[in-house]
């Protein structure tokens, strides 16, 4: 498990909620496969994928708000991470492996490629 920690806050409320809400989500992937419950591991992946790129659109509308130069490079990464999960998906990967993919893919993003639109949009508040 992994809590969402100061590690990965940006400190825009919104971004920081939802960046918790999808911890939360890969811990409830983490905790069904300890379980070893098969059943339900579609639908959690499903939801979380959706409330990723829901997440997604919320931070590209707030950059494109905000005007920041960086929007069309970052669109591409959250593009890529969309693409990446589809043909791991296609390709039957274990949900073992997709759960550390893209607990990896989100702790690296936020530090490294959100807290680049963070600098920005504190600059302009
Ligand atoms: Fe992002």
Not at 80 to 101: I, M, W, Y
């Amino acid at each position: 498990m992994i809590e969402w920690n100061e590690e990965v806050k940006t400190g825009i409320e919104m971004i920081d909620r939802e960046h918790q809400k999808l911890f939360n989500m890969i811990n409830a992937l983490e905790q069904a496969l300890d379980n070893g419950s098969t059943a339900p591991l579609a639908q959690i992946i499903n939801g979380l994928m959706e409330y990723t790129l829901t997440h997604f659109e919320h931070e590209e509308a707030l950059c494109r708000t905000s005007g920041w130069p960086g929007l069309e490079a970052h669109q591409k990464l959250h593009r890529q991470l969309r693409d990446q999960v589809s043909a791991l998906k296609e390709n039957a990967v274990d949900p073992q492996s997709l759960h550390t993919f893209l607990l990896q893919w989100l702790v690296e993003h936020i530090q490294k490629a959100d807290m680049e639109y963070v600098h920005w949009v504190e600059g302009r508040r």
